[in-house]
C-alpha cells in the first residue's frame, strides 16, 4: 500500500503535465503533451534511434563506471594500508575533489579524440574519487582486533587484505559506488550533448536542435528513467550483499 | 617439557607513540614465565599494559627491547600457535557461526570433510547447536563470545590469549561462561594467558596471578592460586575468600594511582585542546 502510494506523485505530476499542455497553458512546443511524447517514443524505438544510441552510451557508461570501480576501490584500499602512498596520493584526490569534472569534458576530447575514449576516459576519472574516497574510509575503519585475528588463524598479508580490509571497507565503497553511478549518467550525457556523434546526450541535443520536442523530452524521460532504475536495482543489491548487518 | 617454560618473557619494555603527544612508557622491564599447560591470569588496573603484554607475545606488536620466546622460538609475528579471544569478540561480522569458526580451519588447510564435523564438534561444545547459520549481529553477546572461543580452540593451538573475554558480558553470563571456560579447559588443557582487572574472576580461574603496577606496568609479584577443586561454591569458601583479599590489597594501591595518572592525563589534554 505505502510502496504504491509513493508513485501517487509521479501520476499526479504526469496528469498535470499533460493539462497544462493540453490547456495551453504553456507554449506547446516547449512543453508538448505527454502523450505525444510517448508517442514519439515508440517511434524512436521503432526506427532504432534510441536502442543504437542507448546502447552507445550505455557501452561507455558501464566501461568507464567498471575501471573507475576497479581503479578506485584499488588505489582506496591501497592508500588506507601503505602510509608512503597516502601522503602521495591523498593530495592530489583533495586536489581533485571539488573540481567539476565536466571541465574536464574538452581535456580528453583533446586526448582521445570524439568517440568512446573520451567519454570512457572521463567517466573513469570523475567516477573514481568517490570510489576511492569511500574504499579509503571504510578500509581505513577496519577493526584491529579482526586483522589480528585473521593473522593470529594463519591468513598470510594478502589474504588477511581480502578477507578482512575488504569486507570491512565494503559498506562505505558501495555508497561511493552508488554515488560515482548517478554521477556516471551526468558526465555521460554532458559529453554527449557537447561532443558527440552518439548517444542519449548526442540524440537530445540533435532532437532540440531540428525541433523534434516530443522525441527530446522521450529522450530525456528515457534517461531518468534509466538512472532510477539503476539506482533502484543497485540498492537493492547492496542490501542483499550486506545482509550480514543488523 | 614439563617444569620447563613454555613462554619466556624477559627484560620487556614497550613504548607506545600516539600519532600526536608524548611517547608513553606502557611496560618497564617485565619478565614472566609461563608453564605449559598453566593458567595464569594478568591482573592489573585498566591502562597498565597487561594487554599490551598480550599482544606482544600474540606477535601482533613488535617486540622493541627484550625479548619473547614460545616454545624455544623468539616471536616475531602472529601464528596458529597462539589463538586469542579478544574483549569485544572479533567476529567476522559479514561470516556465519559456523563460517567464522570454520575460517581459521581454511587457512590450516584441512580437508573440507575433517573441518566440517571439526567446526560441528565445536558448535556442540560451547552449546551453539542451532545458530551455526546466523551472523554475529544476531547473536547475544554471551553467544557471540562463545562463538569466539570455539573458533580459537578449533584450530588448536598450544597457547590461548584471552583479553579480558568476558569483560563485555553481564555478570549473570559472566559466571556461567568462567565455569565453562573451566570446564573445556580441563578437557583440553591449554596454556591460558587470561588478562583481567577483576580479582575474583583471577583467583576463580586461574593457577597463577601476575599482578601488574599502574603504568608504566612491572609485575609487582606472583600469587599462586591452586585449588584442589573448582566448583562454583568454591568462592564462598575461606581460602578463597582470603586469597581475593591478599590480591586486592595488592591491586588496590594500584588502582588508586592508575586513577590518579588517568586525571593527570585529562589535565594536560585539557588547555591544548
Same mark, same amino acid.
Given at each position: 500500500? %505505502? ?6 506523485p ?11 499542455? %493540453?490547456l ?35 557501452y $561507455? ?19 588506507? %594500508? ?58 581505513r ?16 598479508r ?16 558501495l ?13 555521460? !550525457? ?44 543497485y ?9 550480514? %548487518?543488523? | ?26 611496560l618497564?622491564?617485565?619478565?614472566l614465565?609461563? $608453564? ?18 598480550l ?23 602472529p ?82 590469549l ?13 559466571a ?31 593457577? $597463577? ?22 566448583d ?8 578463597? !575468600?582470603?586469597? !581475593? ?29
Amino acid at each position: 500500500m %505505502r510502496a504504491t502510494l509513493s508513485y501517487l506523485p509521479l501520476v499526479l505530476l504526469a496528469v498535470a503535465w499533460e493539462a497544462i499542455a %493540453r490547456l495551453n497553458l504553456v507554449d506547446s512546443s516547449a512543453l508538448p503533451p505527454l502523450s505525444k511524447v510517448g508517442l514519439a517514443w515508440v517511434d524512436l524505438i521503432r526506427g532504432g534511434e534510441l536502442v543504437n544510441n542507448g546502447a552507445a552510451s550505455l557501452y $561507455r557508461g558501464s566501461v568507464g563506471l567498471l575501471l573507475a570501480v576497479l581503479g578506485g576501490g584499488g588505489l582506496g584500499l591501497c592508500m588506507a %594500508r601503505w602510509r608512503l602512498l597516502d601522503v602521495f596520493v591523498n593530495p592530489l584526490v583533495e586536489l581533485f575533489y571539488p573540481l567539476p569534472k565536466s571541465a574536464l569534458i574538452p581535456v580528453t576530447v583533446l586526448w582521445l579524440g570524439f568517440g568512446d575514449g573520451s567519454k570512457i576516459l572521463l567517466i573513469f576519472l570523475g567516477c573514481m574519487i568517490p570510489v576511492t574516497i569511500g574504499a579509503y574510509n571504510g578500509a581505513r575503519g577496519s577493526d584491529h582486533a579482526l586483522v589480528w585475528s585473521a593473522r593470529s588463524m594463519g591468513a598470510n598479508r594478502l589474504r588477511m587484505m581480502w578477507d578482512v580490509v575488504v569486507p570491512s571497507a565494503l559498506p562505505e565503497l558501495l555508497n561511493g559506488i552508488r554515488t560515482a553511478l548517478a554521477l556516471a549518467f551526468i558526465l555521460l !550525457v554532458s559529453s554527449e550533448l557537447i561532443v558527440s556523434q552518439q548517444g542519449f546526450g548526442y540524440l537530445i541535443g540533435y532532437l532540440g536542435s531540428t525541433g523534434s520536442y516530443e522525441g527530446m523530452y522521450a529522450v530525456v524521460l528515457t534517461v531518468a528513467f534509466l538512472g532510477f532504475a539503476a539506482d533502484r536495482i543497485y540498492q537493492l543489491f547492496i542490501q542483499w550483499l550486506l545482509r550480514w %548487518r543488523d | 617439557m614439563d617444569g620447563q617454560s613454555q613462554i619466556i618473557i624477559e627484560r620487556v619494555n614497550h613504548t607506545y607513540r600516539p600519532p600526536r603527544g608524548r611517547p608513553v612508557l606502557a611496560l618497564s622491564d617485565v619478565s614472566l614465565d609461563v $608453564r605449559p599447560r598453566e593458567f595464569l591470569a594478568l591482573l592489573g588496573p585498566s591502562g597498565c599494559g597487561k594487554s599490551t603484554l598480550l599482544y606482544l607475545v600474540g606477535g601482533f606488536l613488535p617486540t622493541e627491547t627484550g625479548r619473547i620466546v614460545v616454545k624455544g622460538k623468539p616471536v616475531t609475528a602472529p601464528g596458529p600457535d597462539r589463538g586469542i579471544v579478544f574483549q569485544h569478540f572479533a567476529l567476522f561480522p559479514w561470516k556465519s557461526v559456523r563460517a567464522n569458526i570454520l575460517y581459521g580451519l581454511e587457512r590450516q588447510r584441512m580437508p573440507r570433510a575433517e573441518r566440517e564435523r571439526r567446526a560441528q564438534a565445536f558448535i556442540d561444545l560451547v552449546g551453539l547447536s542451532g545458530f551455526e547459520d546466523s551472523y554475529p549481529s544476531q547473536l547475544s553477546g554471551g553467544m557471540k563470545q562463545r562463538t569466539a572461543i570455539a573458533r580459537t580452540l578449533a584450530f588448536d593451538p598450544d597457547i590461548l590469549l584471552m583479553d579480558e573475554p568476558f569483560g563485555a558480558l553481564d555478570a549473570q553470563t559472566r559466571a556461567l561462561m568462567q565455569t565453562e571456560l573451566l570446564n573445556i579447559w580441563k578437557r583440553t588443557p591449554k596454556t591460558v594467558i587470561f588478562v583481567t582487572h577483576d580479582v575474583q574472576e583471577a583467583v576463580y580461574l586461574a593457577e $597463577r596471578v601476575a599482578v601488574m603496577s599502574a603504568r608504566p606496568g612491572r609485575i609487582k609479584a606472583i600469587i599462586e592460586t591452586k585449588f584442589d577443586d573448582r566448583d562454583p561454591g568454591l568462592t564462598r569458601s575461606k581460602e578463597f !575468600v582470603e586469597k !581475593v583479599d591478599e590480591l586486592w590489597n595488592l591491586v588496590r594501591e594500584e588502582a588508586i594511582k592508575a586513577q590518579s595518572i588517568k586525571a593527570q592525563e585529562n589535565q594536560e589534554k585539557k588547555p591544548s585542546s
